[in-house]
């Protein structure tokens, strides 16, 4: 349990938020929301007791073990699964104590020693730690590879994955989407449900945190709120106490209004003063009711595009990559009034295939045919490095807006959150939030009719989010978007692009479809015939049509029901093979016969790997049945 009491907290002269009190409880999986800088993680590190708190208390129970993710990028010569292990501190104790007891040669310390690795399941720790790996999207082959090998993103990955490693009691998490795509979001909200600690999540992404959280906290105004339910049941409730806040706020004026007008009437009339007089008495007493607050500062438009070419680009029979093709055959044609969605694993070249179409720097073979009137606006998270240190975001605008008046470019900047002075300071120190807004504002200037968003809502915090999805919903262009925001992607795309295996194909399901269909990719031996849409079943007509149908549709889940049914096997062969050792190991005889310590610490090394391979052999039943049973449905 942890517990916070009459807690207040600042950072220099910013006072974050105050008389915070609230306890959370083992199983409790506690979303905190609010506005970049609300105080979201001061509050983490305020936890991890990198920060004291001003007043107040804040009590975890004692012996309780906190997890968190590192942000620092790790690196060295340690391969990936041995850094993923060393989030386990107690295994990584016992491992230790037994190497130097085997260096001493004392065998009962060492069969007490074994015993504590058993009871930690230290045999199935390797395991453990490649399902971690494997479900944050790293291949079997990248497992030895050493942690500086990776590109940054991925060694975030390792630290979360390290993070999940642990056995904690509170798990503390600070934006763990942001260097996660689908797959691995959809695969680490599996694991969060079943996590039986206090988990604390600090995101942006509102499906994650529908799918993870079962309570809200919103940080706003210098106070937390605490709410139940997930992320869209907090949002309603919000709403209703806004609407009326704003409803009692109205009355409440109302009220002012008559009796500051009977005071001011009368104040001075002898036969009235005394009324007036208390009139004003009760207004100086009044709790005043806050208007309800607008809680994004963010309103904004796509300007109308000045021409809209009826073909925007085209790309044919095109090879895109860099040293080596990543994407082979493409064809593809974005036409005024498209909106697609980009869906596809990280490294499967979605950013490639932008790349190409922004202006063809990926292409190895083939055509990219672009219509003289189109007007590209390319958003990527390397434009954050394009912008000038030096320059403020006035001086930014003005190079794209050199006609505009000096209070036109002030409007327009105060609708991405640029407001007073902040407009003509430096960009250096900015958030890569502030950057983020910036350069959408420069996009947005400059009237594109065709939009390249390749991960736009990075750094951005829930407002803004919702005001580009707002913006995105009423712009008149074509866009293409690359993102792992499922809120961003439901509400702006018309159509879905499924990059994967090196080709690029319209998606004929729908987003929520998508886990399923991944799931059913991994599953089988071929993934070209796991994607076939569900429409070949219905219209077939007449016996020899229908056989065919089953005959291929036998067929197509042979290799899933194959799958299944070797995995059974393997399964009852190991625990029969377990159930073995456990008699023998019922035999006292064993322990107290010196002469037999080697075999017995033979048997409770093959009982811990036996354990260890049971486990995973039900974690892969369970996906393969889940992979037949999504594949059955969709055929």
């Known amino acids: 349990m942890l517990s916070l009491k009459q807690v207040s907290l600042r950072r220099g002269s910013k006072l974050l938020f105050e008389n915070v009190t609230f306890q959370a409880h083992a199983g409790q999986r506690l979303g905190l929301v609010g506005a970049n800088g609300s105080g979201k993680s001061s509050l983490f590190a305020l936890l991890l007791g990198s920060l004291e708190a001003d007043d107040g208390t804040v009590a975890i129970k004692p012996g309780d073990t906190i997890a968190h993710v590192a942000q620092e990028s790790p690196s060295g010569d340690r391969s990936a699964i041995d850094f993923v292990m060393d989030g386990d501190h107690e295994l990584r104790k016992v491992q230790s104590e037994i190497r130097a007891a085997e260096g001493l040669e004392k065998s009962e310390l060492l069969h007490k020693l074994y015993e504590q690795l058993d009871g930690l399941d230290g045999y199935s720790a390797e395991a453990r730690a490649a399902r971690l790996l494997h479900g944050l999207g790293f291949g079997q082959d990248s497992h030895t590879k050493a942690v500086g090998e990776f590109s940054g993103g991925w060694r975030m990955r390792l630290n979360l994955a390290q993070a999940l490693m642990c056995r904690s009691d509170i798990l503390l998490l600070d934006e763990p989407t942001n260097h996660l795509d689908l797959p691995a979001i959809l695969w680490l909200e599996r694991w969060l449900k079943r996590y039986e600690g206090i988990l604390m999540v600090a ?21 937390v709120q605490l709410y139940s339910g997930n992320y869209s049941f907090f949002e309603e409730q919000r709403s209703e106490q806004l609407a009326q806040q704003q409803s009692m706020f109205r009355r409440q004026q109302k009220e002012i209004k ?144 050199r006609e505009d008046r000096e209070s036109e470019l002030r409007n327009y900047l105060g609708r991405f959150g640029f407001n007073g002075e902040r407009i003509f300071e430096p960009v250096a120190p900015f958030s ?25 809502t990075n750094h951005l915090d829930l407002e803004m989010r919702q005001a580009l999805s707002m913006a995105l919903v009423n712009y008149l262009g074509a866009l293409v978007v690359i993102s792992h925001d499922r809120h961003l992607l ?3 795309c018309d159509d879905l692009i499924i990059v994967h295996d090196g080709r690029v194909n319209r998606f004929d399901h729908s987003l929520d479809e998508y886990p399923a269909w991944l799931r059913a990719q991994k599953a089988s031996d071929n993934p070209q015939e796991a994607s076939t849409p569900k429409e070949t079943r219905a219209s077939q007509g007449g016996k020899k049509q229908q056989r065919q149908v089953e005959a291929r549709r036998r067929r197509k889940l042979k290799p899933l029901m194959d799958r299944v049914r070797k995995i059974e096997r393997n399964l009852a062969s190991n625990r029969e093979e377990l159930e073995s050792i456990n008699s023998r190991l019922a035999d006292s005889s064993i322990y107290s016969d010196p002469g037999r310590k080697p075999e017995l610490t033979g048997l409770i090394r093959d009982q811990a790997s036996l354990k260890a391979d049971i486990e995973t052999l039900e974690w892969e039943w369970l996906e393969a049945s889940e992979a037949l049973e999504q594949a059955g449905t969709g055929l």
């Open 432 to 456: 890569g939030g502030e950057k983020a807004r910036l350069v959408l504002a420069l996009m947005i200037r400059q009237q594109p009719n065709l939009l390249l968003l390749d991960e736009p």
């Open 258 to 401: 008559h009796i500051q007008s009977y005071v001011d009437r009368f104040r001075y009339k002898a036969s009235k003063a005394r009324q007036a007089q208390s009139r004003l008495k009760m207004l100086e007493r009044m709790t005043r009711i806050a208007p309800a607050h607008v809680d994004s500062p963010f309103h904004f438009q796509f300007m109308e595009p000045r021409k809209q070419p009826h073909h925007l680009v085209r790309l044919e029979q095109v090879a895109a990559g860099y040293t080596t093709t990543v994407l082979s055959d493409v064809d593809l044609l974005i036409s005024a009034g498209d909106r697609l969605g980009l869906l596809g694993v990280n490294g499967a070249g979605k950013s490639t295939l932008v790349k190409a179409l922004a202006d063809g720097s990926t292409l190895l073979a083939g055509d990219r045919t672009l219509s003289k009137d189109t007007k590209i606006g390319y958003f990527a998270q390397h434009q954050l490095d394009l912008l000038r240190p030096e320059q403020s975001p006035f001086d930014h605008l003005r190079a794209h807006a």
């Open 203 to 223: 995101s942006h992404d509102r499906d994650f945190l529908d799918a993870v959280c079962n309570r809200i906290a919103d940080i706003a105004h210098q106070q």
């Open 490 to 492: 439901r509400s702006v």
